[in-house]
């Protein structure tokens, strides 16, 4: 079983490449939650989430720590299920690890996880299953077994609709790539157009590097749809609508659009917040976005 600990978490931050926003995150997430006796016994580092697991719990107990270790010890001493097992033959120390899966800012660095294997997070748990083969080649980029270069996008808005809303977006070649990138958008604050630039920025800094055949892995099925469904019936119509209207977003698109054109571009829809590393980055990156902008 892997087991992890708080200095792990600021190995994951420095992997974004990113060090100006390192105590920004490391200050808003250094409480950790243990709770021992509850819903979903584990450590969690936020109250909004240890509270849903002891609310209303006949018996919970839980307390907060300033390290996973103090964490740890504290679910080690009293949880039920770990004397039990305890009693049972069974290693404490693989019974603490198991709680630490549930902070989400402490996963396992992905990066380094067997071409067998895969995360999965049902619940804030992480399981191992089968991963399809992801070769990396000699520059240093993530490549398919067709010879697309993988990169993942990500865009961010905070108070989305609101008029004090800020975005950014986030680019993500790999683990401390040079080519990724985080930026705050310019000019309206929405999480669509952080959407689209991230892909436009993706394709521009993949022609720069040289890379003929890109693979876009975005989370925004809004993206998905304007690409497969919308694009080809609106450049067709001049870029209008079915009802004769300009599309939101109109210059973003086309912008976009150009970009991709210079590529080889194909686009994968991935599941957004399940374990998948490279999601995990792009979306860590684009959040870090949002707090740089005014």
Request: hydrophobic share 30%; glycine share 6%; net charge positive.
């Amino acid at each position: 079983m892997y087991k992890l600990y708080s200095s792990q978490l600021h190995k994951q931050l420095n992997l974004l490449k990113c060090p100006i926003e390192l105590n920004i995150i490391s200050n808003s997430i250094m409480s950790f939650y243990a709770v021992a006796k509850g819903r979903n016994p584990g450590i969690y580092y936020n109250w909004s989430d240890c509270e849903v697991q002891i609310k209303k719990f006949s018996g919970a107990r839980y307390k907060k720590f300033s390290t996973a270790k103090e964490a740890e010890n504290f679910i080690n001493l009293n949880s039920e299920k770990t004397k039990n097992d305890t009693q049972q033959g069974s290693s404490s120390s693989k019974k603490v690890s198991k709680y630490c899966q549930n902070i989400p800012s402490l996963k396992r660095d992905f990066s380094k996880i067997s071409p067998e294997e895969k995360i999965n997070v049902s619940s804030k748990r992480i399981k191992i299953i089968d991963l399809p083969k992801q070769n990396k080649n000699v520059d240093g980029f993530l490549e398919d077994e067709n010879g697309y270069i993988e990169v993942y996008t990500d865009g961010a808005c905070k108070f989305n609709g609101r008029g004090n809303a800020k975005a950014g977006f986030g680019v993500w070649f790999g683990d401390n790539h040079p080519l990724n990138v985080v930026q705050a958008l310019d000019g309206k604050a929405t999480n669509n157009r952080a959407e689209i630039k991230a892909v436009t920025m993706a394709a521009e800094q993949a022609e720069k590097a040289g890379i003929k055949k890109l693979r876009v892995n975005t989370d925004s099925q809004f993206l998905i749809d304007c690409i497969t469904k919308w694009m080809p019936n609106w450049k067709k119509n001049g870029w209008v609508t079915s009802k004769n209207e300009t599309p939101k977003n109109k210059t973003e698109l086309i912008e976009m659009d150009e970009a991709c054109a210079k590529l080889d571009v194909k686009f994968n829809h991935v599941r957004g917040h399940c374990g998948i590393h490279g999601n995990e980055m792009a979306d860590r990156l684009a959040n870090l976005a949002c707090e740089r902008s005014s």
